[in-house]
């Protein structure tokens, strides 16, 4: 875990400050307790005041303000992530920057096929945005209803559309930052090529707020294919799952949207917390594939005809096609309450990490065998994007026992269980953050894991920006 060294700011600051956003613009006191909320409950965030800019000129000059007096910003977008990254946790001296009244979308160009958002639009509203145009953009998660764009970009997000279009990386054109200096980078021109020197954008996406403030980005739409085929699978193992999706790739090629790997635990621990949810299912079964095609009319029917090819294989035990919307909404609200579910039954350690897809078969094999080792009554519901590889491990305490009780009887055990799941991850070739980020929680877990020149490289870009160290400090390094 990181520790953040922020200057105090005195009481003339905070007063320009306020004076500089208005009325409407600043927060402090019992109104600024949402903006400290971790939420997965484990910390605390802190701070001195809560500022609202509503344009990217307020961001600059309350970046130059606290550049000059070498006071610490950390930016906060959604809200929703979870590695501590938005939260001051050991200081009360942070300018908590909230990008939330910066909502506008500015302008959408259908010959470009882009549309320009401030960074504190919510994800879902941008979905909305494209929809009345006829478009769409890609990016998708549990959270969009309430994650907002900024914060995708800053941790470069995944979601579950990562297999065919990619992470947010790749669906921004432009972006429009605030540079530590308090410069502002206007880059929202929605060029495909620009070779004029280091792409700046591809710099600050991922950089969790350590290198400049996104407060805009061109982002790119995507027509909406005509029409949509979405299974259920009832699989043996991962390693089926990945021979599924070979087999399903020969039918559909590219057309594969999403594919999401499901446990049995996992399942039946949604259909026990949420009621309105049932699986499909007649029986049990050790691991599910949620798999989400899109393409042109007569895509259904290759969907259907690469189905029975897996099932005369044996490489499906069950399947289940959507026959409808409210069909296909089902079957995706099994995974999208897996989150809610895995929190709400207790879950005390929740892992993000990728390895090459390759490996994911025996990933989840080894990293059971040795969290079993640590305590063998846990459980694990190990789930994820098994198509990028991207496997999230959420460990219980045993059935009948509280996480509160659990932790009490056994301290230490989170740090134990997660040191044990990124020595498999780097041992199969992984990464310890897939779509998360680092944020204040994984510092020490990056110094760790990651290679001296990678480290010093993200160290010595850090400070030729900013040498003041404002921008989020103790966030990526320490």
Known sequence: MSVSQ??????????????????????????????????RGRFEGRGCLIVLPNSTEQVAAIVRICNAAKVGIVPYSGGTGVVAGQLSID?????????????????????????????GCILENIHSAAQEHGLMFPLNMASKGSCCIGGNLATNAGGIQVLRYGNARELCLGIEAVLPCGTILSELSPLHKNNTGYDLRHLLIGSEGTLGIITAASLILKP???????????????????????????????????????????????????????????????????????????????????????????????????????????????????????????????????????????????????????HPDVQINSYGHIGDGNIHHNVFPPAGVTKAEFLASNPGIIDTVR???????????????????????????????????????????KFALDPNNIMNPGVLTN
């Open 419 to 461: 040191m044990a799941i990124n020595d498999i991850t780097r041992r199969h070739g992984g990464s310890i953050s897939a779509e998360h980020g680092i944020g204040r929680l994984k510092t020490r877990d990056l110094e760790t894991f990651a290679g001296k020149a990678r480290r010093e490289t993200i160290r010595r870009i």
């Open 224 to 374: 909406v294919d005509p029409e949509t085929g979405t299974a259920l699978l009832a699989v043996k193992s991962p390693a089926h799952a990945l021979m599924v999706y070979r087999e399903i790739r020969r039918h559909l090629g590219d057309s594969i949207s999403a594919l999401e790997l499901m446990s049995g635990l996992g399942l039946d621990l949604v259909v026990g917390k949420f009621p309105s949810l049932r699986s499909p299912f007649e029986q049990s079964h050790d691991w599910a594939l949620l798999l989400e095609a899109t393409g042109p009319l007569g895509l259904g029917d290759r969907l259907e005809s690469a189905l029975t090819d897996c099932l005369e294989k044996k490489l499906v035990l069950d399947a289940v096609i959507a026959q409808s919307q409210s069909q296909r909404d089902s079957l995706w609200e099994l995974r999208e309450n897996t989150p809610a579910a895995n929190r709400m039954a207790g879950a005390f350690c929740n892992s993000d990490t990728s390895v090459p897809i390759s490996k994911v078969d025996a990933f989840i094999t080894d990293t059971i065998a040795a969290i079993s080792r640590i």
């Open 6 to 39: 922020f200057n105090p700011p005195d009481a003339r600051l905070l007063d320009d400050i306020r004076d500089l956003v208005g009325a409407d613009g600043w927060l402090d006191g019992e109104d600024a307790q949402r903006y400290f909320d971790d939420p």
């Open 91 to 119: 200081s009360d001296n942070a300018i908590i920057m909230s990008l939330e009244r910066m909502n506008k979308v500015r302008q959408i160009s259908l010959d470009d096929s882009v549309i320009v958002a401030e960074a």
